[in-house]
């Protein structure tokens, strides 16, 4: 795990997790700029409160699965990031073509200074996952669906 977040507006709460270098660059800080070849991935559910303790929020309905991918040289129109994202537990691909990219890039531009990411990365004493485990496991527990990359 890289990071977790939380968004009022659409009452989400966001996992970060991400591949072996963005990792990697997560444990030693080096995330400004992420280095070439990262991967990060949000898997976001609906929040919930916990049916026995009302003060807790807890994961809902699993909403969908975002993903950026550091290329610069791929990817200079939008600050070297690419973006997918896959809505509900059937991974239905978002938009109807590669135009919702710019949906996503006139959000993450409001953070071009922190390389176009709302988060910052967890502190180094966290335990990290890596995105194959994630992947892998389908993230049963969690009520995520198993993505094939």
């Given at each position: 795990m890289i990071g977790t977040s939380h968004r009022e507006d659409?009452?989400?709460?966001?996992?970060?997790?991400?591949?072996?270098?963005?990792?990697?660059?997560?444990?030693?800080?080096?995330?400004?700029?992420?280095?070439?070849?990262?991967?990060?991935?949000?898997?976001?559910?609906?929040?919930?409160?916990?049916?026995?303790?009302?003060?807790?929020?807890?994961?809902?309905?699993?909403?969908?699965?975002?993903?950026?991918?550091?290329?610069?040289?791929?990817?200079q129109e939008t600050g070297g990031w690419g973006f997918a994202r896959w809505i509900g537990m059937n991974q239905a691909p978002y938009g109807k073509d590669n135009t919702f990219i710019q949906e996503c890039q006139a959000c993450h531009v409001q953070v071009k200074d922190n390389d176009f990411r709302f988060y910052s990365s967890c502190a180094p004493t966290l335990a990290y996952v890596p995105l194959r485990f994630w992947m892998s496991s389908g993230c049963v527990c969690l009520n995520a669906p198993k993505l094939e990359i």
């Open positions: 659409n009452q989400t709460l966001r996992v970060i997790v991400g591949n072996d270098a963005a990792v990697k660059a997560a444990r030693m800080g080096k995330t400004n700029p992420w280095p070439e070849g990262s991967i990060l991935a949000k898997l976001v559910w609906k929040d919930e409160i916990h049916p026995k303790w009302t003060k807790a929020t807890v994961p809902g309905e699993f909403v969908h699965a975002e993903f950026m991918i550091k290329d610069s040289a791929k990817y």
